[in-house]
């Protein structure tokens, strides 16, 4: 039982670990002339949306309402996920999921 809960903790580290690895980590694509940044916490920091693609007195908030729909779908999404963990039996309480 008490190798079980070794196992366990060193999961738990590692995915913690892997966390913070992860938290300094950043990609940017750019896709028909919007280009979107997002960090190693799956959030988005930065949308730019291309001039031609709508007039220039809506463009802030056009690429405001799309980082917070997505910031919104996104924290919806994890907590299903960690839902889903939890009802597997999966790791309870991983961070970024619960």
Request: charged fraction near 30%; aromatic fraction near 4%.
């Amino acid at each position: 039982m008490f190798n079980k809960l070794k196992q366990f903790k060193d999961l738990r580290d590692q995915a913690k670990t892997m966390q913070d690895a992860l938290a300094g980590e950043s990609v940017t694509e750019k896709s028909g002339g919007v280009e979107l940044t997002m960090n190693g916490n799956l959030e988005i920091t930065n949308v730019v949306v291309a001039e031609d693609l709508l007039s220039p007195d809506k463009k802030t908030k056009l690429e405001n309402a799309f980082k917070d729909a997505h910031k919104n779908a996104l924290k919806k999404m994890q907590r299903i996920m960690a839902m889903k963990m939890k009802e597997m039996g999966g790791l309870p309480n991983i961070p970024g999921l619960s």
